[in-house]
């Protein structure tokens, strides 16, 4: 078990592009979340799964903004129409079943939107 | 809804010197306390967590952290630093009695040790 894993690490795109970004939780892991951290902030929640259910959107998950976990393991987090104010880093956290208090985060994905 | 409020955005000392770092929340139902470190490009790693029982609370990294009710804080602290204890910490809450642990993060205290 190596963890949570994301992929790409680094993503510079250009305004406009839309981008992905993928999470590999640790196996057996049915809980997922997203989250965001701009510059000098603490990360902000954006997302739960639970299983394959997306079951809290945040509202600074904007239309532009779509996540999924089909079959209830990976996840991906797309960016449409890139803006600047896009540019964070993206991570993601998963956490064993009957438990909510042990989340354990991946190295994230930064984002730079030019 | 809850709130967390980091007192120190950055903290500066000197190697083998005690540290505290300041954290405050608020709160309308009872939560769960949580500190985190984060190192330049990585993700967060959990240093030590308050659930309920004794308020003192040891971590990893020789780190701990005392919950105190009444003053709505939970304060992290260590006798004596290392160059290797250089990076960024945040405090955390979720509120108790929900079923999943959605995360309420401060706004991050940057550690610098210096030798």
């Known amino acids: 078990d190596t963890g949570v894993s994301q992929d790409p690490r680094h993503k510079i795109t250009k305004r406009g592009q839309n981008v992905t970004f993928r999470c590999d939780p640790i196996?057996?892991?049915?809980?997922l979340y997203w989250y965001r951290q701009t510059l000098g902030q603490g990360p902000e929640f954006l997302t739960y799964?639970?299983?394959?259910?997306?079951?809290?959107k945040s509202r600074l998950l904007s239309d532009r903004f779509s996540a999924e976990r089909p079959k209830g393991s990976f996840s991906t987090l797309e960016i449409q129409r890139t803006e600047q104010g896009d540019s964070a880093m993206y991570l993601c956290?998963?956490?064993?079943?009957?438990?909510?208090?042990?989340?354990?985060f991946g190295q994230g994905t930064r984002l730079t939107v030019v | 809804a809850q709130s967390v409020t980091q007192l120190d955005s950055q903290v500066p000392v000197f190697e083998e010197a005690p540290v505290e770092l300041r954290c405050n929340y608020s709160?309308?139902?009872?939560?769960?306390l949580f500190w985190y470190v984060q190192y330049p490009n990585q993700g967060l790693q959990l240093l030590l967590k308050?659930?309920?029982?004794?308020?003192l609370v040891k971590g990893i990294n020789g780190f701990e952290a005392e919950f105190n009710k009444s003053q709505t804080s939970f304060h992290l602290r260590k006798p004596s630093v290392h160059i290797s204890d250089t990076a960024e910490y945040f405090c955390?809450?979720?509120?108790?009695?929900?079923?999943?642990?959605?995360?309420?993060f401060g706004q991050g205290t940057i550690l610098t040790v210096h030798p």
């Open positions: 956290a998963s956490s064993p079943r009957a438990t909510n208090t042990e989340a354990f």
């Open positions: 196996s057996e892991h049915n809980r």
């Open positions: 799964f639970q299983n394959e259910a997306q079951l809290e």
């Open positions: 709160s309308s139902v009872s939560v769960y």
């Open positions: 308050y659930l309920s029982g004794s308020t």
């Open positions: 955390a809450v979720i509120p108790g009695g929900t079923s999943y642990g959605k995360l309420t």
